[in-house]
């Protein structure tokens, strides 16, 4: 059975494909993944930003912080950390690391995991997000298999990152 949360990251960062890359701004996210020491970038171009959030409906919005090695779009060494907040409070995260140069096979959480969010500013068609997660990630081979569990990498990143409205 396809995993919803697989598709929406799947659609997330298929979204991101399919805009221009040609940065303006790049925000960092830093930490390890496997132990190694990894920095990302958030790129923000003309069309929006791979830092964003979107309104659900009044109270509750989507936010991803979707970063890559390089401060230009590109999906192999992606990293992407969604979230719901709901009143205010944000609840837990999905997270998935792309290997690869293609959406699939990647690491991702089967279920949502808790993150720190230390601090998150929405104000107009801006915000400011600042938190921490620190998870283990399984591997996932393509849409119809299962998270296996025998090969996983951790990760612990931190991310202070502006945040662009985008509307769907």
Not at 56 to 76: L, Y
Not at 94 to 117: K, N, R
Not at 158 to 167: H, N, W
Request: proline share 4%; glycine share 10%.
């Amino acid at each position: 059975m396809i995993n919803q949360q697989r598709v929406m990251g799947c659609a997330l960062l298929m979204g991101g494909l399919m805009l221009v890359a040609t940065p303006v701004l790049a925000d960092e996210i830093s930490g390890t993944l496997d132990g190694e020491p990894k920095e990302w970038h958030v790129v923000t171009h003309s069309q929006g930003s791979t830092a964003n959030f979107s309104e659900m409906m009044p109270g509750i919005m989507n936010v991803t912080v979707q970063g890559h090695r390089e401060p230009r779009f590109e999906t192999q060494g992606t990293l992407s950390i969604s979230f719901i907040v709901m009143s205010g409070d944000a609840g837990d995260a999905s997270v998935s690391y792309f290997p690869e140069s293609g959406i699939l096979p990647h690491y991702g959480t089967e279920q949502d995991v808790p993150i720190d969010i230390e601090l998150l500013d929405v104000d107009g068609d801006t915000g400011r997000v600042k938190g921490r997660v620190a998870t283990s990630l399984a591997y996932v081979a393509s849409m119809s298999d299962d998270y296996d569990h025998s090969n996983t990498m951790d990760v612990d990143v931190s991310f202070d990152v502006t945040l662009v409205r985008e509307e769907y």
